[in-house]
């Protein structure tokens, strides 16, 4: 059905394991909040590739593309939205990133559209999916929607499979960090950073 299937499946590796907006986030709310709030945000940033592969799927996320005002709406909403996380984490006073105790915890809901909205805030998703589908894909066999619904369902399993071997290895990392005191006067300002960080990214990203 498909064109060179294993390199797509290379490339999907390649594209979990190198640390973007959603990998951020995941281990910086696990860190925060532990292993469950890592993986109620996980279910979140699935549901935003969900949304980016249906639409890549159906020709819209080509707008992104062929209208640069589009993208850089879309890339600089993700970076407002990002900095305003940094904002909230410094200002929660007592708050740490390295002990998911000193947290208020945050309801399963929040965890979870805070997920989503990372990850549809983030034009670099739909750019991958629109600019790497086409390469897999083989008109001749017809049912090219379908096509790449399935891609985009590979997809999703290999990156839920890393995503939830990063969140679950986070959760470990806080419980060591915990028992460090010294964590506990930089761990706001590490979790602000963090999201600071992924705001500038989306921010400087350039079209192409």
């Not at 996980?42 to 159906?58: D, P, R």
């Not at 080509?62 to 996380?85: N, S």
């Not at 929040?110 to 990850?119: E, I």
């Not at 506990?184 to 500038?200: E, T």
Request: charged share 10%; glycine share 8%.
């Amino acid at each position: 059905m498909f064109a060179n299937y294993s390199l797509f499946l290379v490339a999907c590796v390649l594209l979990v394991l190198t640390p973007g907006p959603n990998l951020l986030y995941l281990i910086s709310r696990t860190l925060c909040q532990g292993r469950g709030a890592g993986l109620i945000s996980l279910a979140g940033t699935t549901s935003g590739f969900v949304v980016h592969i249906v639409a890549a799927s159906l020709g819209l996320s080509a707008v992104l593309i062929a209208v640069p005002v589009m993208f850089d709406a879309v890339r600089f909403a993700g970076a407002a939205y990002l900095l305003w996380l940094a904002f909230d984490s410094v200002r929660s006073r007592g708050a740490g990133l390295f002990t998911p105790r000193s947290l208020v915890p945050e309801p399963p809901a929040k965890l979870y559209r805070t997920g989503l909205l990372t990850s549809i805030l983030n034009p670099k998703v739909a750019l991958f999916y629109l600019a790497l589908f086409p390469q897999f894909i083989v008109p001749a066999h017809g049912h090219v929607l379908l096509q790449s619904l399935a891609l985009g369902a590979t997809q999703i399993v290999i990156a839920v499979v890393g995503d939830a071997l990063f969140v679950l290895a986070a959760a470990r990392i806080s419980r060591w960090l915990a028992k460090r005191p010294l964590w506990m006067v930089v761990q706001r300002w590490v979790q602000g950073g963090v999201f600071a960080a992924i705001a500038v990214k989306l921010a400087l990203t350039e079209r192409g």
